[in-house]
């Protein structure tokens, strides 16, 4: 019912910046909030931040807070993670998940993924 793309990774210096951006379509009102995980090889999937569909309330792991910023365009249907700063360690497949449930750090509370966008970050 709900398809996440996500967009916007790529290989970047350390101390660069990247916008991600998900595209979300089908019955997204079903869904009171977004969230971007990140996934590096050998690691489990963890979170990254989430935002609502409205209220702009946003969520942040101590990984990225003060280096990233969440936002959504509801018009577009396009949520964004704006990422700067970027370290070696953020280095990572990215994915956008659509939510229902909370605590919203919780990938089990999360219905539908995208298929994941990769950042790469070189020292």
């Known amino acids: 019912q709900v398809q996440l793309v996500e967009s916007g990774g790529g290989l970047v210096q350390a101390g660069g910046s990247l916008r991600l951006s998900c595209a979300a379509s089908?019955?997204?009102?079903?869904?009171?909030?977004m969230g971007w995980f990140r996934q590096a090889p050998g690691k489990e999937r963890e979170f990254v931040a989430a935002?609502?569909?409205?209220?702009?309330?946003?969520y942040y792991s101590d990984s990225v807070k003060g280096r990233g910023t969440i936002s959504r365009d509801n018009a577009k249907s396009t949520v964004y993670l704006q990422m700067n700063g970027l370290k070696p360690d953020d280095t990572a497949v990215y994915y956008c998940?659509?939510?229902?449930?909370?605590?919203?750090?919780?990938?089990?509370?999360?219905?539908?993924w995208g298929q994941g966008t990769q950042v790469t970050v070189s020292s």
């Open positions: 998940a659509a939510g229902r449930r909370t605590p919203v750090q919780r990938t089990s509370n999360y219905s539908y």
């Open positions: 089908g019955r997204t009102f079903n869904y009171y909030y």
């Open positions: 935002i609502t569909w409205s209220g702009d309330m946003t």
